[in-house]
């Protein structure tokens, strides 16, 4: 209950400012409504979910390095003072705006399936998928893409050397950090997966198995060698030198399938964005092997045409329309989606205006149609909740949304010994055998099975919306198949509702992802609200807080950046 009384404070004091002030000067016009944020600043900012990576972040701002110097700073020293999901074990997407070309880029550095990987390599005899393999176990991790994704970004957009943007993870890691409460929390919650492994539970846990308490300092030795290894050799020390040695012979140990050869075929993709447009905005996010960017454009396509701003935020008709809009998308996804590579996704059939307006008329406006009585459609011709995303914004106009993840908190819990590493257990996303969900609960089949270098479908939603062709709104969210729709409601709720990025970080949401059939809905709805949806059908499910997201708004030359309250730890901050 307390949690829930301090989950509201802030919204409604913001509130109430925002209508002091409001009354003071007389106006409220949309731009004072939409300004307020907790941390401001005229020169960048920088929001993560950790604070110490933030400010490693501002730091190089401060310095006069670019967003994406701070960015690849972050990334590397989230891996230390956030090791749930910040990694270098695992993979993810950056989305880039360079304000000299004006272009944007999405980095692909998605885990890959080892070239041995099989289709059929979590089912059991009898075909029964099993779980310990793909999500607990040395085999549910793909080759990772973290190390080769953080260094071809500093190398290409960066002005940075990767010694440079590396030391503060190194200082980190060798100096130790001043272990916060979330982190003693996070630990303590995942002690039984961390333990089963004596290289991990030696650096999470103190020798006589006891948990590290806030304030006390944690160091890691090992993590910290690699990341020198990395300053000194750069990538290839990962991938074709000393630690991918280690991490090779650690696979071979515990029955794991990375081999050498693997890591020294990783390759990061750089892809074309998909994007689309919202309201006169132009929305960037990423494309396949995500399905963040396509079904959140798809989601938002079908809602243009709908007058939500007037049915307003948080309301029975607006709550419903995004219910139907969630489950079409969805549903979509479960067929259509996969590794472009392997795959043929129809995106552009699946972004068209044209293809939103035929699923819109599906929707009946008063009723939830059952999930059963909904198939993925065809789209005209012509994608733990424990990721982690961070937003920077620099004072030359450039904008990174990155958003990478071990998939579960700890990954597969993992270490590969000596490297201090902790391994991705991301091979849980792949369709283990169709028709059966994964962690999240999501169905896929062909499309997204399981082959040899193929990387996993995802749902991690780095997006970057423009007005005015400057970037306006820099957001995503971690959390399994909810990233897509939590990155939707940050864009409903500040282009239609026009909310502070505060509110609209801060709102209650709703999640629907076809199957199962349930509407999640976080707490701070009105009762009644909840009642009218009941009645029209849908299986409403109190859940969890669900997503955190990093969120940077600049208007009129003034940064507006709010972590998510959801998550302790995080940090925006400006400079
Ligand atoms: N591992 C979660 C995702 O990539 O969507």
Known sequence: MRRRISFWIFPVSVVFLIFLAACMHGQRDSASWAVLSPATAVNGMVATQESLATQVGVQILKQGGNAVDAAVAVG???????????????????????????????????????????????????????????RFSALSAGVPGTVAGLSLALERYGTLTLKKALAPAIRLAEEGIVVTEALTTSLEKHRETLIRWPETAKIFFKADGSSYAPNEVLRQKDLAKSLRKIAEEGPAAFYNGSIGEKLAADMRQQGGWITREDLRNYRVKIREPVRGTYRGHEIVSMPPPSSGGIHLIQILNILESENIQVLGAASPDTLHLMAESMKLAYADRSLH???????????????????????????????ATPAEAIKPHNPVPYESRETTHFSVMDRYGNAVSNTYTLNFSYGSGIVAAGTGILLNNEMDDFSAKPGVPNAYGLIGGQANAIEPGKRPLSSMSPTIVFRNKKPFLVTGSPGGSRIITTTLQIILNVIDHEMSLADATHAARIHHQWLPDRLEVEPGFAPETLKKLKNRGHRVELTEPFGSTQSILKIEGRFYGASDPRRKGALALGH
């Open 337 to 367: 989606l996969g590794d472009p590579e392997f795959w043929k996704v129809p995106m552009r059939g699946l972004i068209s205006k044209t293809y939103a307006r035929k699923l819109g008329q599906l929707i009946d406006k008063k009723r």
């Open 76 to 134: 590397f020293a989230l891996a230390v003072t956030l090791p749930q999901a910040g990694n270098l074990g695992g993979g993810g997407f950056m989305m880039v705006h360079d304000a000299k070309s004006g272009k944007q880029v999405a980095i692909d550095y998605r885990e890959t399936a080892p070239a041995s990987a099989v289709k059929d390599m979590y089912l059991d005899a009898n075909g029964n998928v099993v779980e310990e393999r793909s």
